[in-house]
């Protein structure tokens, strides 16, 4: 099995940074595309940065180049850095990693329990 650890939520405010990790650990042959989303309630959860194992990244719209995605394949870990926060980037953010437990084996998506970043004044 495979555990995602999140980390580095706080509360801040706006125009503030922050930055998120997600560390993976467990039964880890290899990893994939790792991203970063987030919900608020009521919505669905979505796509915030994604990052492929040959470094390519996406971002939603919204980030507006606001956020950078990283990942430190070594220690099997993802970042976010979140700059010029507002109040509408409050949510619960969450790291998905793609992960091959064994040589020849599937991919399949593994999630973290989530992080709450709150932005206000």
């Known amino acids: 099995q495979v555990q995602l650890v999140e980390s580095g939520g706080a509360s801040v405010q706006p125009g503030g940074s922050l930055r998120l990790s997600c560390e993976a650990s467990?039964?880890?042959?290899?990893?994939?595309?790792v991203g970063w989303y987030r919900q608020t309630p009521g919505k669905q959860r979505e796509m915030v940065a994604v990052i492929t194992s040959s470094g390519s990244t996406n971002y939603a719209d919204f980030v507006q180049g606001r956020f950078t995605i990283s990942r430190d394949t070594a220690k099997n870990t993802v970042y976010l850095f979140l700059n010029s926060l507002r109040t509408e980037d409050t949510a619960v953010y969450y790291c998905?990693?793609?992960?091959?437990?064994?040589?020849?084996?599937?991919?399949?998506?593994?999630w973290g329990q989530g992080t709450q970043v709150t932005v206000s004044s």
């Open positions: 467990g039964s880890i042959f290899s990893t994939y595309g």
């Open positions: 998905n990693q793609q992960v091959r437990t064994a040589p020849g084996g599937v991919i399949t998506d593994y």
